[in-house]
């Protein structure tokens, strides 16, 4: 497994330094690897497609000059996708959370890094596309986390609320004079909080004590984010 990831990295940073050809295989790979094993296919199928796709969009940011670094963040969360999906990992529920929050990270550093917020239609294409992923992402959260069955419906109704009241805080804090890392952080740790909530709620454990937490966490977090963050024009 540890040698997929590393051929994951080698096509992705050929990708970047050579050609976009290299790109059609690192798809085809990756298509390859992660459906061979019929197993935890549907499952996982949104963090799959979020990394690939999040490759492809990363390659035309700024930041992504530094290529090894790049390369070894989504080859280690391709590593981390095939171990939860084809059970390599004895304790799959921690490396999951990380692996999710990490492609929330992920969604929304590209949203704050490309810089296009003065081109409404583009904005508006961009927002929509960060909802749907968001979206998935949630819904796949909640497949996974949620001790209780719960019905389509009331899964999708959860997931479009929590993505869309992503989406709201996404707009407000782009205005901030922050650096994507640090607006994407801040985004992270409002995802993060809402997932806690509603797992919470839906296994009927939420309590005042929960919610004091989860407000008191957000502001030392968020205080911690803006003492780290340098203003930027």
């Known amino acids: 497994m540890a040698l997929k990831a590393v051929i994951f990295s080698g096509l992705l940073y050929l990708s970047i330094v050579y050609s976009l050809w290299f790109m059609v295989a690192l798809w085809a790979f990756a298509l390859y690897f992660y459906f061979r094993s019929f197993f935890n296919i549907h ?12 490759s492809v969009l990363f390659i035309n940011l700024p930041f992504t000059v530094y290529h090894l670094p790049f390369t070894i963040f989504f080859a280690f969360l391709f590593f981390l996708l095939l ?3 084809n059970l390599i990992f004895i304790r799959r529920e921690p490396l999951y959370y990380l692996l999710n929050s990490l492609l929330f990270l992920t969604v929304f550093i590209y949203f704050f890094s490309s810089n296009n917020f003065d081109q409404p239609f583009w904005f508006l294409i961009k927002s929509l596309a960060i909802f749907s992923a968001t979206f998935f992402l949630f819904k796949e959260f909640l497949t996974v986390s949620v001790p209780v069955p719960l019905g389509s ?9 929590s993505a869309f009241l992503s989406l709201q805080f996404l707009w407000v804090i782009a205005f901030l004079p922050f650096r994507s890392l640090n607006t994407a952080s801040l985004a992270l740790l409002v995802a993060l909080i809402l997932e806690d909530f509603i797992v919470h709620h839906l296994s009927g454990t939420i309590n005042r004590r929960i919610v004091l937490r989860n407000i008191t966490m957000f502001l030392i977090l968020a205080m911690i984010i803006f003492g780290a963050s340098k203003w930027s024009p």
């Open 153 to 161: 419906q009331k899964m999708n109704l959860m997931a479009v609320g």
């Open 43 to 54: 499952q996982y199928l949104a963090s799959f497609l979020t990394l690939l796709i999040a």
């Open 83 to 85: 171990g939860i999906k």
